[in-house]
């Protein structure tokens, strides 16, 4: 089967390097992709919202099944521009149409989504511009912290947490009035703030059955500690200690179900994967949002993981048959490190030169910002390198990942030194 992933990304060369492992996959293709993709795929130059021509190319190299990474091109349709197109229609693909996509697409839609079927998440009120004095004398009238959530997409520097009333309000007003993000604050929710600790839940689904992936913790912050600015993640670990079968347990009953049921409920056709952002509460499971696709950098750590082989995967997820196979995921643990280009997540330099790559390792590497020349692979993004170690405990992954960036050099490279710290800490108690 040729096969074609969406995306340019870590999770996208996670995705190929797990796909390129299965004898169902002849043909690997990855649009746009990066220096890390070029080496088991070819990459194709067409943008990841560019839909008639990543049709015409699945047409020309006869792809049936296409993988969609990000979230963008499932937010604005890509499935139902496939599925309206009488050429085009019979090509299978991950990930769920315009009207599912909305789970990630508006904050304001997932939580009524998920107070219709009582899954437990934190109370909320959405606001638009008309309504800002309202949303002014509900901030007046709530706890701190305060959450504002951009309803839109905001390439996820949409959530503002506030400590401080006065700050909360003109927060509010840059985001509907200034249009702080764009159309995709044209609405806010505010939110009560949870406080409890964060988990990643992953499922893949067929709109009727599904399968459960492995649990992840990623790390949002850029500075030791969880400290400074928030980034699109700078590492993670999978398994998660204090994600104990009883937790999984309340996350698959209160939770997993009701929204796969009450997609169905709905008249929604969802194929793909749901990311299930989670708050662990004093051992009671709150979600904090949908995703639509798997996160990045978490999928560097549950693909890994995984046993099966993820083309029987995806194809039983296309014809409705994911209940026929088996998941198999393999007891170990696996721990991402990121690192990022000086400067990130504010400005930061493209086009620095990197050293070290094919240094001996026990670690794999998986590029999310690079791109490759005649004289070398040089950085491309904020976030360049995921470096993925396996191990019989999170103290031998993690060795294994800072073993190998020792190795890997260029000007301005960063990372955190304490990613799964804190999980070690909770394993020792």
Request: hydrophobic share 40%; aromatic share 6%; proline share 3%.
């Amino acid at each position: 089967m040729n096969v074609l992933i969406i995306g340019s990304g870590g999770r996208e060369h996670t995705l190929a390097w797990k796909v390129k492992q299965s004898d169902r996959c002849e043909k690997l293709y990855v649009a746009p992709g990066n220096a890390g993709t070029a080496n088991i795929a070819e990459n194709v130059n067409i943008g990841v919202n560019d839909f008639e021509e990543l049709g015409n190319f699945a047409l020309e190299n006869n792809v049936e099944l296409i993988v969609v990474g990000p979230e963008e091109p499932l937010v604005r349709g890509i499935r139902d521009f496939f599925q309206s197109k009488e050429n085009l229609k019979h090509i299978k693909l991950i990930g769920p149409g315009q009207d599912g996509a909305q789970l990630e697409g508006s904050k304001d839609f997932a939580k009524a989504f998920m107070a219709k079927n009582n899954i437990p998440t934190a109370g909320y009120y959405t606001f638009s511009a008309d309504q800002l004095e309202q949303g002014i004398a509900h901030i007046d009238r709530s706890k701190t912290p305060i959450v504002l959530k951009a309803d839109g997409l905001a390439a996820g520097k949409g959530v503002i947490i506030s400590e401080d009333k006065e700050e909360a309000k003109n927060t509010l007003k840059e985001m509907l009035l200034d249009k702080k993000f764009g159309s995709a604050s044209s609405k806010v929710v505010i939110e009560e703030f949870l406080s409890g600790i964060e988990v990643s839940v992953f499922v893949i689904t067929d709109g009727d059955s599904y399968k459960v992936l492995p649990e992840a913790k990623d790390y949002k912050r850029i500075g030791e500690g969880d400290s400074g600015p928030n980034t699109g993640g700078m590492g993670a670990v999978s398994p998660v200690v204090f994600a104990d079968e009883i937790f999984l347990s309340k996350v698959e009953d209160r939770i997993i179900k009701p929204t796969i049921s009450g997609l169905k409920n709905e008249g929604i056709d969802y194929n793909g994967f749901i990311f299930i952002g989670l708050m662990n509460v004093n051992g009671e499971p709150y979600v904090i949002e949908y995703n639509v696709r798997m996160g990045d950098p978490e999928t560097e750590v549950v693909l890994p993981r995984i046993e099966s082989d993820l083309m029987q995967i995806f194809d039983a997820t296309a014809n409705k048959t994911l209940e026929q196979v088996d998941l198999e995921i393999v007891d170990k643990t696996a721990s991402t490190v990121v690192m990022v280009s000086g400067g990130y997540p504010g400005s930061y330099e493209k086009g620095k030169a990197i050293s070290g790559l094919d240094a001996a390792n026990d670690a794999i590497i998986f590029h999310a910002g690079t791109k490759n020349t005649d004289e070398a692979v040089l950085t491309n993004g904020g976030r360049v390198l995921a470096i993925t170690g396996m191990g019989n405990s999170i103290e031998d992954a993690l060795k294994k990942s800072y073993d190998t960036i020792e190795n890997i050099h260029w000007e301005g490279a960063q990372f955190r030194s304490d990613i799964g710290k804190d999980l070690l800490a909770l394993e020792s108690q």
